[in-house]
Protein backbone atom coordinates (compact mmCIF):
# COMPACT_ATOMS: atom_id res chain seq x y z
CA UNK A 1 0.00 0.00 0.00
CA UNK A 2 1.35 3.57 -1.13
CA UNK A 3 0.21 6.47 0.24
CA UNK A 4 0.03 9.44 -2.95
CA UNK A 5 -2.08 12.96 -1.79
CA UNK A 6 -5.34 11.35 -0.72
CA UNK A 7 -5.04 7.70 -1.85
CA UNK A 8 -3.87 4.67 -0.53
CA UNK A 9 -2.79 1.50 -2.68
CA UNK A 10 -3.50 -2.10 -1.76
CA UNK A 11 -2.14 -5.43 -3.51
CA UNK A 12 -4.56 -8.04 -3.92
CA UNK A 13 -7.72 -6.53 -3.90
CA UNK A 14 -9.47 -8.47 -6.16
CA UNK A 15 -13.74 -8.28 -5.62
CA UNK A 16 -16.37 -6.95 -3.62
CA UNK A 17 -15.58 -9.07 -0.73
CA UNK A 18 -12.00 -7.31 -0.32
CA UNK A 19 -13.29 -4.26 -0.24
CA UNK A 20 -15.62 -5.17 2.57
CA UNK A 21 -12.61 -6.75 4.36
CA UNK A 22 -10.72 -3.41 3.68
CA UNK A 23 -13.97 -1.33 4.55
CA UNK A 24 -14.32 -3.46 7.80
CA UNK A 25 -10.53 -2.69 8.96
CA UNK A 26 -10.97 0.63 7.84
CA UNK A 27 -13.75 1.68 10.03
CA UNK A 28 -11.97 -0.21 13.24
CA UNK A 29 -9.23 2.34 13.28
CA UNK A 30 -12.18 5.06 12.27
CA UNK A 31 -9.96 6.13 9.06
CA UNK A 32 -12.13 8.61 6.86
CA UNK A 33 -12.31 7.57 3.78
CA UNK A 34 -14.92 8.68 0.93
CA UNK A 35 -14.52 5.84 -1.54
CA UNK A 36 -12.90 2.13 -1.63
CA UNK A 37 -11.96 0.29 -4.52
CA UNK A 38 -9.75 -2.75 -5.95
CA UNK A 39 -6.42 -1.80 -5.07
CA UNK A 40 -7.28 1.59 -3.96
CA UNK A 41 -9.01 3.82 -0.98
CA UNK A 42 -9.83 7.24 -1.07
CA UNK A 43 -8.96 9.21 2.22
CA UNK A 44 -10.95 12.15 3.56
CA UNK A 45 -8.11 13.06 6.14
CA UNK A 46 -4.44 11.95 6.07
CA UNK A 47 -4.01 8.75 8.00
CA UNK A 48 -1.08 9.19 10.41
CA UNK A 49 2.03 6.90 10.67
CA UNK A 50 1.01 4.86 13.74
CA UNK A 51 -2.62 4.86 12.24
CA UNK A 52 -0.87 3.94 9.12
CA UNK A 53 1.22 0.78 10.30
CA UNK A 54 -1.71 -0.42 12.41
CA UNK A 55 -3.92 -0.43 9.59
CA UNK A 56 -0.99 -1.84 7.55
CA UNK A 57 -0.60 -5.09 10.09
CA UNK A 58 -4.41 -5.90 9.78
CA UNK A 59 -4.78 -5.98 6.42
CA UNK A 60 -1.65 -7.76 5.52
CA UNK A 61 -3.10 -10.11 8.26
CA UNK A 62 -5.83 -10.88 5.69
CA UNK A 63 -3.18 -11.34 2.37
CA UNK A 64 -3.12 -7.75 1.43
CA UNK A 65 0.26 -6.26 0.72
CA UNK A 66 1.32 -2.34 0.00
CA UNK A 67 2.29 -1.01 -2.87
CA UNK A 68 5.77 -0.13 -2.61
CA UNK A 69 6.29 1.88 -5.76
CA UNK A 70 4.97 3.62 -8.98
CA UNK A 71 5.78 0.89 -11.44
CA UNK A 72 3.59 -1.51 -9.01
CA UNK A 73 1.18 0.85 -8.14
CA UNK A 74 0.71 1.16 -12.04
CA UNK A 75 0.78 -2.94 -12.38
CA UNK A 76 -2.08 -3.17 -9.82
CA UNK A 77 -3.95 -0.17 -11.97
CA UNK A 78 -3.97 -2.59 -14.67
CA UNK A 79 -5.08 -5.73 -12.85
CA UNK A 80 -8.04 -3.49 -11.55
CA UNK A 81 -8.81 -2.58 -14.89
CA UNK A 82 -8.78 -6.00 -16.86
CA UNK A 83 -10.52 -7.49 -13.68
CA UNK A 84 -12.96 -4.66 -13.66
CA UNK A 85 -13.57 -4.55 -17.90
CA UNK A 86 -14.01 -8.39 -17.97
CA UNK A 87 -16.39 -7.92 -15.24
CA UNK A 88 -18.69 -5.48 -17.31
CA UNK A 89 -18.27 -6.81 -20.96
CA UNK A 90 -21.05 -8.50 -20.37
CA UNK A 91 -22.91 -5.53 -19.57
CA UNK A 92 -21.39 -3.30 -22.29
CA UNK A 93 -20.42 -4.73 -25.46
CA UNK A 94 -19.20 -1.14 -26.57
CA UNK A 95 -16.12 -1.58 -24.14
CA UNK A 96 -14.65 -4.66 -26.32
CA UNK A 97 -11.63 -3.13 -28.23
CA UNK A 98 -8.23 -4.33 -28.20
CA UNK A 99 -6.66 -4.87 -25.25
CA UNK A 100 -3.74 -3.23 -25.75
CA UNK A 101 -5.53 -0.14 -27.02
CA UNK A 102 -7.97 0.20 -24.15
CA UNK A 103 -4.92 -0.06 -21.40
CA UNK A 104 -3.02 2.20 -23.43
CA UNK A 105 -5.99 4.48 -23.54
CA UNK A 106 -6.84 4.45 -19.50
CA UNK A 107 -3.41 5.05 -18.86
CA UNK A 108 -2.53 7.97 -21.67
CA UNK A 109 0.65 5.73 -22.19
CA UNK A 110 2.20 3.74 -25.14
CA UNK A 111 1.30 0.17 -24.57
CA UNK A 112 4.96 -1.23 -24.96
CA UNK A 113 5.61 0.90 -21.75
CA UNK A 114 3.19 -0.46 -19.98
CA UNK A 115 3.56 -4.08 -20.99
CA UNK A 116 7.23 -4.06 -20.30
CA UNK A 117 6.86 -2.74 -16.70
CA UNK A 118 4.26 -5.32 -15.98
CA UNK A 119 6.36 -8.17 -17.16
CA UNK A 120 9.26 -6.71 -15.21
CA UNK A 121 6.87 -6.41 -11.96
CA UNK A 122 5.07 -9.86 -12.34
CA UNK A 123 7.30 -11.74 -14.33
CA UNK A 124 4.32 -12.93 -16.91
CA UNK A 125 2.57 -10.72 -19.87
CA UNK A 126 -0.32 -8.75 -19.68
CA UNK A 127 -1.70 -11.06 -22.88
CA UNK A 128 -1.00 -13.41 -20.29
CA UNK A 129 -2.57 -12.01 -17.13
CA UNK A 130 -5.66 -11.42 -19.09
CA UNK A 131 -5.65 -15.01 -20.59
CA UNK A 132 -6.19 -16.39 -16.87
CA UNK A 133 -8.47 -14.11 -15.89
CA UNK A 134 -10.71 -14.77 -18.81
CA UNK A 135 -9.87 -18.85 -18.08
CA UNK A 136 -10.91 -17.63 -14.39
CA UNK A 137 -14.66 -15.62 -15.25
CA UNK A 138 -15.09 -18.59 -17.72
CA UNK A 139 -14.91 -21.11 -14.83
CA UNK A 140 -17.23 -18.81 -12.71
CA UNK A 141 -19.76 -18.41 -15.14
CA UNK A 142 -19.77 -22.56 -16.05
CA UNK A 143 -20.66 -23.30 -12.51
CA UNK A 144 -23.84 -20.68 -12.81
CA UNK A 145 -24.64 -22.74 -16.03
CA UNK A 146 -26.77 -20.23 -17.30
CA UNK A 147 -24.96 -19.04 -20.68
CA UNK A 148 -23.95 -21.47 -23.73
CA UNK A 149 -20.18 -21.43 -24.65
CA UNK A 150 -21.17 -19.60 -27.30
CA UNK A 151 -22.77 -16.93 -25.15
CA UNK A 152 -19.69 -16.69 -22.89
CA UNK A 153 -17.65 -16.66 -26.18
CA UNK A 154 -19.93 -13.67 -27.16
CA UNK A 155 -19.56 -11.59 -23.49
CA UNK A 156 -15.82 -12.11 -23.10
CA UNK A 157 -14.94 -10.91 -26.44
CA UNK A 158 -13.95 -14.37 -27.65
CA UNK A 159 -14.04 -14.75 -31.77
CA UNK A 160 -15.43 -17.96 -31.29
CA UNK A 161 -16.75 -20.74 -28.76
CA UNK A 162 -14.18 -23.13 -30.49
CA UNK A 163 -11.44 -20.32 -29.58
CA UNK A 164 -12.79 -20.40 -26.15
CA UNK A 165 -12.98 -23.82 -25.73
CA UNK A 166 -9.48 -24.35 -27.05
CA UNK A 167 -7.64 -21.95 -24.90
CA UNK A 168 -9.96 -23.25 -21.37
CA UNK A 169 -8.14 -27.00 -22.46
CA UNK A 170 -4.84 -24.83 -22.95
CA UNK A 171 -5.36 -23.61 -19.49
CA UNK A 172 -6.90 -26.42 -17.08
CA UNK A 173 -6.71 -29.46 -18.82
CA UNK A 174 -10.44 -29.97 -19.05
CA UNK A 175 -13.08 -28.88 -21.87
CA UNK A 176 -15.54 -26.86 -20.65
CA UNK A 177 -17.78 -29.56 -20.34
CA UNK A 178 -15.35 -31.76 -18.39
CA UNK A 179 -14.95 -28.75 -15.78
CA UNK A 180 -18.59 -28.68 -15.55
CA UNK A 181 -18.56 -31.87 -14.32
CA UNK A 182 -15.68 -32.14 -11.94
CA UNK A 183 -15.37 -28.37 -11.21
CA UNK A 184 -15.18 -29.25 -7.43
CA UNK A 185 -11.73 -27.03 -6.20
CA UNK A 186 -10.63 -26.02 -9.63
CA UNK A 187 -11.06 -22.60 -9.63
CA UNK A 188 -8.31 -20.25 -8.37
CA UNK A 189 -8.22 -16.76 -6.09
CA UNK A 190 -8.29 -14.18 -8.37
CA UNK A 191 -5.13 -12.59 -6.71
CA UNK A 192 -3.36 -15.87 -7.06
CA UNK A 193 -3.31 -15.61 -10.67
Known amino acids: MEKENDVVY ?5 CQRCIMAVEEILNKHDIDYS ?70 DAFHKDYSHLSKVFSEIEGNTIEHFIILQRIERIKELLLYNELTISEMAHQLGYSS ?13 LTPSQF ?12 RL
Open 10 to 14: IKNMV
Open 35 to 104: DIQLGAVYLNTPIGEQAYKAVFSDLESIGFERVEDADRKLVEDIKRLVISTLRHLEKDQTQLKKWSTLIS
Open 161 to 173: SQFLSTQFKQHTG
Open 180 to 191: KRNHRGLRKELD
